[in-house]
């Protein structure tokens, strides 16, 4: 069975209550200009906007940053060095694939062979993920779309900035869920604050 290293879309927690609509005051008399409140709320809703999700509603990624660093791997023997010094994880990869093939690509620096097309391909096959990761088709392709390893690290660093970013807002649906549910709110925010010590460790340390 392959190894479980998506990263889970982040949702909202249940009980969070959606828009119902604004209430932006009424209009002056002649309508020739909005109160205080409307013009309040309207500021307010421009700044909202600038954080709101893509479009796509898809949590932080980059898979043309993903599909790089394999690429090196199979390119530049001392890419699996890089990724190792830099922590990458498995986990940190958005397309499951991807996640996939660096597992592959660590289980053979394990093994003390060389981070290659056939024993990258040959690894996925033990683990049961080669058809499901698209086959040597698939790591062929990567490695003629992305011909160089130059650049690696750079590659690593917004695969990692990404991951943290996932992890942020999965660490903030909790936060906010146990707000929800929880009578306590000193045991919530304690809580809460140890998840956001994690995740500033993590940062501290990656």
């Known amino acids: 069975r392959c190894p479980d290293v998506s990263s889970a879309v982040p949702s909202m927690p249940q009980g969070v209550p959606g828009r119902h609509g604004s209430d932006l005051g009424p209009a ?55 990724c190792m010094i830099a922590r990458l994880n498995p986990e940190d990869f958005f397309r499951e ?29 033990l683990n049961g993920c080669l058809d499901a990761a698209g086959g040597e088709p698939y790591l062929a392709e990567m490695a003629g779309k992305y011909f160089t ?25 909790q936060i906010a869920q ?12 304690e809580s809460g604050l140890g998840l956001l010590g994690d995740l500033l460790s993590e940062r501290a340390t990656g």
């Not at 898979?63 to 890089?82: N, Q």
């Not at 650049?151 to 695969?159: M, T």
Request: with cysteine; charged share 20%; glycine share 6%.
């Open 178 to 189: 146990m707000a929800y549910e929880n009578a306590d709110d000193r045991a919530a925010i």
């Open 97 to 125: 694939q991807n996640g996939w093939a660096f597992q592959a690509a660590l289980d053979c620096a394990e093994h003390g062979w060389a981070v290659t097309l056939t024993t990258v391909a040959h690894c996925l096959g």
């Open 28 to 82: 002056s008399v002649g309508g020739k200009s909005r109160s205080r409140g409307s013009r309040h709320c309207t500021r307010q809703s421009r700044a909202a906007s600038k954080h709101r999700p893509p479009p796509t509603g898809l949590p932080p990624h980059n898979i043309a940053a993903e599909e790089a660093v394999l690429a090196a791997l199979l390119l530049d023997p001392a890419a699996i060095d890089k």
């Open 149 to 173: 390893a130059i650049g690696v690290e750079a590659h690593i660093a917004l695969v990692q900035k990404c991951a943290r970013s996932r992890r942020t807002i999965t660490a903030a649906s």
